[in-house]
C-alpha cells in the first residue's frame, strides 16, 4: 500500500495536488484537488491486463479544454452544495424562500456555477495502513455562497483498501439550515474504453425510481420498475433496455433497503474482462446514468474514446429536488447534526 504526491498545475492561484493511492493487488485510484476529482481508476481484467476503467484525464489543462467546458460532463469530481437538480432552483428553508443559479435550463444543477467540482480542495491528511491508503480533503461553503444558506464545513475520505475497495466517507455540519446532497460523479466502463457500456450487466436493489417532469427533475411521483425497461431488479444487459429507451438511463432509483444503513444498492458485471463493480451505500438513491449528453470529441491523453453511452455513473445521492419534496430524506441539514454518508466501490475480476 502506497500513496504519491505530486504538483500537476494551479487553479486561481492555488497550488493543484495529484495523490496516486495504490494497493497491492495492482489498483491504482488517482485523486486531484480541483474538485477532488478521481482522474483515473486502473485494475487487472480476468486476464491480467491493466486499464483505466474510469473517464478523466492525465493533465489538469484536461478539465479546462473548451470541449470539456462546453459539455460539461462532471468527470469523476466531488458534486455539491446539492447534487442533481433542484426544481427552478427555489427552496423554502426556516420559512423563507432562496434562489440559487439555475444553470441547467430552468433549474439548478449539481451546486451552481461554481460549486464544489470548481474549488480547490484542501488536504488535511494522509495516511499509509497496512491494508488501506487514505487522503481526507476538506474545504469551507460560506454562508451565502452560490446563494445557498449557512456556513458549511465538509470532508471527504478517499480510502482505496486491499479488498479492492474504494472507500467514500462524505461529513458536513453547518450552522444553519440548507440542503446538502454530495455525490462522486464517476463515470465507469468496465472494459476499458473498448467499446460502449451496452454489454455491461446491471443489478440494482431497487424497486422504483423518481418520475421527473417536463423539464427533467423529479416533482413527487413515484414510479414501480415492474414490467419496465427499467427494472434491474434482476441482473440485465444494459442493452437490452434501448429498444423501448434509445437514449439510455438518467434514473434515480430509491433504493430498497433503510436510508442510513451501509447495504449492497448495485452490481455491474462485464463479461469479457471479467470485471465486477459492487456498491454499497448508505444513501436513499442512485442516479444510474449511462451517458446520453457525453461529447464523443472527448477522450483520454493516451486515445481512450469516451462520449455517448461508453461509460455510466452511479452517483449516491439524496433525492434530486429533495428539499421540495414532502417524501425525500434528509435533504436539509440542520445546525447540530452531521451529514454522514458512506458508498462503496469494490472492485473485482474473474
Known sequence: MKIQQETIGEFEGQAVQRFTLQNDNRVTMKVITYGGTV?????????????????????????????????????GCLVGRYAARIKDGKFTVDGKTHQVATNDGPNHLHGGIKGFDKRVWNVEVTSEESDAVALILSLESEDGEESFPGHLKVTVEYRLT??????????????????????????????????????HVVQLESDRYLVPDETNVPVGEEQTVTGTAADFRQPKRIGDAFDELPLGFEHYY?????????????????????????????????????????????????GAQFGQFRAFCIETSKYPNGPNLE????????????????TVYKLSWA
Not at 483515473?40 to 474510469?54: E, Q
Not at 433504493?255 to 448508505?282: C, D, I
Not at 425525500?328 to 454522514?340: C, F, M, N, Q
Open 254 to 302: 430509491a433504493f430498497n433497503k433503510p436510508v442510513g444503513t451501509l447495504g449492497k444498492v448495485a452490481e455491474v458485471t462485464e463479461p469479457t474482462s471479467g470485471r465486477r463493480l459492487e456498491v454499497l451505500s448508505t444513501e436513499p438513491g442512485t442516479l444510474f446514468y449511462t451517458g446520453r449528453y457525453t461529447s464523443d470529441n472527448l477522450r483520454r491523453e493516451s
Open 162 to 199: 486491499n479488498d479492492n475497495e474504494i472507500r467514500i466517507h462524505y461529513q458536513a455540519t453547518t450552522d444553519k439550515a440548507t440542503p446538502v446532497s454530495l455525490t462522486n460523479h464517476t463515470y465507469f466502463n468496465l472494459n476499458g474504453f473498448q467499446d460502449k457500456v451496452l454489454d
Open 327 to 342: 417524501a425525500a430524506p434528509k435533504s436539509v441539514l440542520e445546525p447540530g447534526e452531521t451529514y454522514d454518508d458512506t
Open 39 to 75: 482522474t483515473s481508476i486502473t485494475t487487472p481484467d480476468k486476464h491480467g491486463k491493466v486499464d483505466d476503467i474510469v473517464c478523466g484525464f492525465d493533465t489538469l489543462e484536461g478539465y479546462f479544454a473548451d470541449e470539456y467546458k462546453t459539455n460539461s460532463p462532471y468527470f
